[in-house]
């Protein structure tokens, strides 16, 4: 699975996009903006930078890709007046793997610019704005050449699904019925993937930049529920059990003391903040069934389809929301957010 090309959320604008089934991430941007407005504050009273660059990793599209951004530039702009600065320009790198929707950002982009201008009230510096797809495991910015990184549920994505974890059957990706082999693959793939994330997001910023990342820590039942689903069609046959035994997805859920250990050993960053937080992974809008199975279609369909086919994938989501009427409780339905702040040391 060349997973680079095929893992992407659900673009365009249909019932199953992530633009209309992304409400538990904003939730989990909005848990972490209090954290975010002192990070900015400190770091734009510490360098004053002339050119303001915000890199946000993972951005995808739809209405959350530009909320941080928004956030940025109001709390600069709210500075400068009060410092009687002139306003910085601001260069905006959104990153996400090279099937995202991009085009949707940019044709959001003249909207986004003028809503902010009335939100504001007053003239505000230049806003650039590009696309940059590829890995963020790996280099994708030149050296410091950015000031602020944010990145919100995307870490507990892998770079690729770990080896050595063949007899993960019946599993979808790593669960509490794993083998003891399967959880140490895992782990280590989470501990080369992100220690490298470190290290290359250190070289992309300047001295005393700044990163805040949120994370999706421990376990979920949605993932088992999900997994019994696709056990359920195999049992029936519509589903080969070679298909499912050969299926895991790539991500992992690594605990505060994990990331914090890796952030340490790694050594490039000092931490000046972590936060632990609880979501519920349904909107409480609507109708908890028919939410969280919208919301893990938007998120899973194109990493089902390109290994069950399409017709396939969309029974799996149907059976889905069977199991979940009568396997989860709004009590259950949670998870954990760490949301960890970051300086990049000398």
């Known amino acids: 699975m060349d997973l680079a090309q095929i893992l992407h959320m659900n673009g365009d604008v249909e019932e ?44 995808s599209s739809g209405p959350n890709t530009l909320l941080v951004t928004s956030e940025i530039i109001k709390v600069v702009e709210k500075l400068c007046k009060q410092l009687n600065h002139q306003s910085p320009e601001y260069k905006v790198f959104l990153n996400d793997l090279p099937g995202n929707d991009f085009n ?24 650039y704005f590009s696309g940059v797809p590829g890995s963020f495991y790996g280099r994708i910015f030149p050296n410091q050449s950015l000031h602020f990184v944010h990145s919100s549920y995307s870490l507990h994505w892998l770079s690729k699904v770990p080896k050595g974890v063949d007899n993960n059957k019946g599993n979808i990706c790593l669960l509490i019925t794993s083998p003891s082999n399967v959880v140490k693959a895992y782990c280590e793939q989470f501990h080369i993937d992100f220690s490298l994330f ?45 298909k499912l035994n050969t299926f895991n997805l790539p991500n992992y859920f690594p605990s505060p003391s994990e990331v914090k250990l890796e952030v340490e050993t790694e050594g490039s960053f000092s931490i000046n903040q972590l936060e632990v937080s609880e979501v519920n992974w349904y909107s409480p809008e609507s109708d908890m069934v028919e939410s969280v199975v919208k919301s893990k279609r938007a998120i899973l369909e194109p990493l089902l389809i390109s290994h069950f086919g399409e017709g396939v994938t969309k029974e799996i989501f149907e059976h889905f929301g069977k199991i979940l009427t009568s396997g989860i409780s709004k009590e259950k339905a949670k998870m954990v957010n760490l949301t960890i702040t970051l300086t990049r040391k000398p």
Not at 17 to 36: G, P
Not at 104 to 127: A, N, Q, V, W, Y
């Open 104 to 127: 949707s950002i940019f044709k959001s982009l003249d909207t986004f610019k003028e809503k902010l201008r009335d939100e504001i009230e007053t003239e505000i510096g230049p806003c």
């Open 16 to 59: 199953a996009s992530y633009a209309n089934n992304s409400l538990v991430q904003r939730e989990a941007i909005s848990l972490a903006a209090s954290s975010r407005v002192k990070a900015i504050t400190n770091l734009y009273c510490s360098l004053c930078p002339r050119s303001f660059a915000i890199a946000d990793l993972g951005c």
């Open 198 to 242: 470190l290290n290359c997001r250190a070289q992309e910023l300047v001295e005393g930049g700044c990163m805040i990342l949120t994370l999706i820590s421990g376990y979920s039942n949605c993932w088992e529920l999900l997994s019994k689903a696709i056990n359920d069609m195999v049992m029936q046959g519509i589903i080969e059990e070679e």
